[in-house]
């Protein structure tokens, strides 16, 4: 049986890092991050991991809930949405897009791993 991969959508490279090393550990499969919504766009339309970690505010022209609305238009796939910025305009966008998790930066490991597990396993 495959370990599910889990694309990272991240424009901050250390903390892109981070997650990458925490996830392999956890034994998710993990392909090198992107860093622009553009970028998960055309990476999920070609290789469907079996969930996202966007993050909201990203380099790039469209932000992570942008990228995720497009996303949804032709996939399934879960989002969990990662954000420093706690602000409700943005959740109440993003909770527009994705019923899934939010988690709020720094990321706490338990937080995360059970977010992506209760994601998987809808």
Same mark, same amino acid.
């Given at each position: 049986?495959?370990?599910?991969?889990?694309?990272?959508?991240?424009?901050?490279?250390?903390?892109?890092?981070?997650?990458?090393?925490?996830?392999?550990?956890?034994?998710?499969?993990?392909?090198?991050?992107?860093?622009?919504?553009?970028?998960?766009?055309?990476?999920?339309?070609? &290789?469907?991991?079996?969930l996202?970690?966007?993050?909201?505010?990203?380099?790039?022209?469209?932000?992570?809930?942008?990228? &995720?609305r497009?996303?949804?238009?032709?996939?399934?796939?879960?989002?969990?949405?990662?954000?420093?910025?706690y602000?409700?305009?943005?959740?109440?966008?993003?909770?527009?897009?994705?019923?899934?998790?939010?988690i709020?930066?720094?990321?706490?490991?338990?937080?995360?791993?059970?977010?992506?597990?209760?994601?998987?396993?809808?």
């Amino acid at each position: 049986m495959k370990n599910p991969s889990i694309l990272i959508v991240e424009d901050d490279g250390l903390i892109a890092l981070s997650l990458m090393q925490l996830l392999q550990k956890s034994g998710f499969d993990v392909p090198d991050p992107v860093v622009s919504g553009e970028e998960a766009i055309d990476y999920v339309r070609t &290789s469907l991991p079996d969930l996202v970690l966007m993050d909201i505010r990203l380099a790039g022209k469209i932000d992570g809930i942008e990228a &995720s609305r497009e996303i949804r238009k032709y996939s399934g796939i879960p989002i969990i949405f990662l954000t420093a910025f706690y602000e409700m305009n943005l959740l109440t966008r993003a909770g527009e897009v994705s019923k899934s998790d939010f988690i709020v930066k720094p990321v706490i490991e338990k937080d995360l791993l059970s977010a992506i597990r209760k994601a998987l396993d809808k």
